[in-house]
């Protein structure tokens, strides 16, 4: 049985102007935990949208694991 993952995305604020920070986060969720069916391997890859700039040290993970 294949997992079965999503992944959402959101930016705050959604709009902006020049020199505003803006924060993403990514959300990836196994939605298939509760049958008992791990995710193994799971890469994540997302790009800076043109016209923003990485701030060095600003990554930031949670990890969280929940079964329903």
Not at 43 to 57: K, R, T
């Amino acid at each position: 049985v294949q997992p079965q993952v999503t992944v959402v995305k959101s930016a705050s604020p959604s709009t902006g102007d020049a020199g505003d920070e803006v924060t993403f986060s990514i959300s990836v969720i196994n939605l298939s935990l509760a049958t008992g069916t791990d995710a193994y391997d799971v890469a994540v890859e997302d790009v800076i949208p043109p016209g923003l700039d990485y701030v060095a040290g600003s990554l930031a993970f949670t990890v969280v694991s929940t079964v329903v």
